[in-house]
């Protein structure tokens, strides 16, 4: 798992965002990256698909990747 998240692509596109998009959207973009990080190391650390702890960790991926959403649409105008 953790090879798939450091495959060839993730980081590159967060260093072409940082390149050529705002500051917000870069900001926003992060946090989504660093959620789902998150949920990856718990994963490996033994946290399940059926617990408390994943529904949080999830939760916490979904409002951010939202967040990251409505920041680039702002950007792109079309709120």
């Known amino acids: 798992m ?3 998240f450091l495959a060839p692509g993730a ?3 967060r260093h072409q965002l940082a390149i050529t998009a705002p500051p917000e959207v870069v900001a926003a973009a992060r946090s989504a990256f660093i ?4 949920i990856r190391d718990r994963i490996l650390e033994g946290v399940t698909a059926d617990s408390e702890a994943f529904e949080r960790l999830e939760a916490e991926n979904d409002a951010t990747v939202a967040e990251l959403r409505r ?9």
Do not use: H, K, P, S
């Open 11 to 13: 980081y590159e596109l």
């Open 71 to 79: 920041v680039m649409r702002r950007d792109l105008g079309v709120d």
């Open 35 to 38: 959620a789902l990080r998150t």
């Open 2 to 4: 953790r090879a798939r």
